[in-house]
């Protein structure tokens, strides 16, 4: 008898996507949404598809996911976003992990991929990168790192262990939805910066972006997928351009207004 599982998803109007995400994970014991204020349907549809609905108003991304792994039901709980896939191998590793009765203190990390117009995108670096991408953990003795407002991650007590199968971020975006999205991280993000003390200058926001093109090309793979690739090391460099442009100017203005907390951060990049 494998310990029970609980799959937690935190929402916000992720009508078009919850389905998907939920069809993807029926080998678990339950599948807790838990919502911060949705007004398209993705309350309705996630209970429809048999998933326990909860609501908390917007903590911050790595808040909320703790406070979804409370409410879940079981200690073991697997922490997804709504437009991530579990695939079928994947899937098989989890049940097979949990049957295994792992050390309640180890946790697991899966190879999380996203997709570029239609292409999934390499990730040579995956191993290297345990704690960015463990999603299956017991909640008593794992948790979200809430001095982590965004990028967040889940700091263990015990060792990282990783899982054959892929979690695919699969969004299907066009290039003017990835340039929005990069802009609105890039606000957050530079807001981070700054009030961790961090400052630029002219120079670093033209060099970073050559930088992280030449990074996301040769060092993440992206080469290997030729003109896409090419294309999505282009707009990596962009979003890096854009969120030290926007440090750079919070520098010229004094810092972020005094209404702006890192709990909005972390909505407006939602």
Known sequence: M??????????LNEAARIERMIQHVGFADEILVLDCGSTDGTVERARELGARVEHQDWLGFSKQKNRA????????????????IVDDELGAA??????????PRDAFLVDRRGDFLGAVLPNPQRKANRAANVRLYH????????????HEL???????????????????????QFVSMF????????RELYVAGKRTNVLEVFVRPVARMG???????????RGRGLMY???RGFGDFVRYAKLWELQLRGGPAEDETPATWGRDAA
């Not at 792994?69 to 991530?84: G, I, K, M, Q, R």
């Not at 990282?160 to 971020?169: A, I, Q, S, T, Y």
């Not at 802009?183 to 530079?190: H, M």
Request: charged share 25%.
């Open 139 to 150: 909640r008593a003795h794992s948790r979200w790192d809430e001095d982590m407002d965004i």
């Open 154 to 176: 889940v700091r263990v007590e015990g060792t990282v262990r990783p899982l054959p199968g892929k979690l695919l971020h699969w969004n299907d975006l066009t290039i003017d």
């Open 233 to 235: 090391a282009s707009m």
């Open 69 to 84: 792994a409370e409410l879940a039901s079981h200690d073991w709980v697997l922490s997804l976003d709504a437009d991530e």
């Open 183 to 190: 802009n609105r991280y890039a606000t957050t993000e530079a």
């Open 2 to 11: 494998r310990p029970g599982l609980s799959v937690i998803v935190c929402t």
């Open 94 to 103: 989890i049940v097979a992990a949990l049957s295994g009765n792992p050390d």
């Open 215 to 225: 990074w996301v090309l040769f060092f993440r793979g992206a080469i290997r997928l």
